[in-house]
Antibody
């Protein structure tokens, strides 16, 4: 079965950096695009970034453009999110998710909590 | 402020039919398929409907999606207690800044 397991969350001060990882299993990683989506505690979902199956295309939400970088390592079946210049408003649960074949996001990890606070 | 507009809440008694609306624009719902997710308390979202109206394997046929123009809706018929959850609509959006996935603000469904 498809499994997506995020790690790397924690408490970080404003302005600092953090890198999230998403280990995948149960499917062949290389043919699929991948997403990061976040959810502020008690609030709705916000799409963060997308990377194509071969890593050649990345797209970002305006709120993170220039600060966050999505990447992937197909040899490790792992997705990453490098987050720099973190702000309080970046505090959220970050989900790794797979891009489906129907212009959808079909599988989600359980999420990792990032708290930006001094 | 979410790009797609959903009512914040909906409710019904067991066995009733509940409908959730999702309003977008020509740059998202008007040109891309609508997706619906169910999020149970403390859990990750789960794909409920894709391609406007298609259910993945394992999703009960009590859930049905539809779309017309720049609006979509999710209907839950024969409401059950385990349907109490947050429901989100989503779609790819196309803009001058590039493609993105846009979500509704979510609708909390309460089973009375």
């Amino acid at each position: 079965q498809v499994q997506l397991v995020e790690s790397g969350g924690g408490v970080v001060q404003p302005g600092r950096s953090l890198r999230l990882s998403c280990a995948t299993s149960g499917f062949t990683f290389s043919p699929y695009g991948m997403h990061w989506v976040r959810q502020t505690p008690g609030k709705g979902l916000e799409w963060v970034a997308f990377i194509s199956n071969d890593g050649s295309n990345q797209h970002y939400a305006d709120s993170v453009k220039g600060r966050f970088t999505i990447s992937r390592d197909s040899s490790k079946n792992t997705l990453y999110l490098q987050m720099n210049s973190l702000r309080a408003e970046d505090t959220a649960v970050y989900y790794c998710a797979r891009d489906g074949s129907n212009r959808d996001i079909d599988y989600w990890g359980q999420g990792t909590l990032v708290t930006v606070s001094s | 402020q979410s790009v797609l507009t959903q009512p914040p809440s909906a409710s019904g008694t067991p066995g009733q039919r509940v409908t959730i609306s999702c309003s977008g624009s020509s740059s998202n719902i008007g040109r891309n398929p609508v997706i619906w997710y169910q999020q149970l308390p403390g859990m990750a979202p789960k794909l409920l409907v894709h391609s406007d109206s298609q259910r993945p394997s394992g999703v009960p046929d009590r859930f049905s999606g539809s779309k017309s123009g720049t609006s979509a809706s999710l209907a839950i018929s024969g409401l059950q207690s385990e349907d109490e959850a947050d429901y989100y609509c989503a779609a790819w959006g196309d803009s001058l800044n590039g493609p993105s996935v846009v979500f509704g603000g979510g609708t909390k469904v309460t089973v009375l």
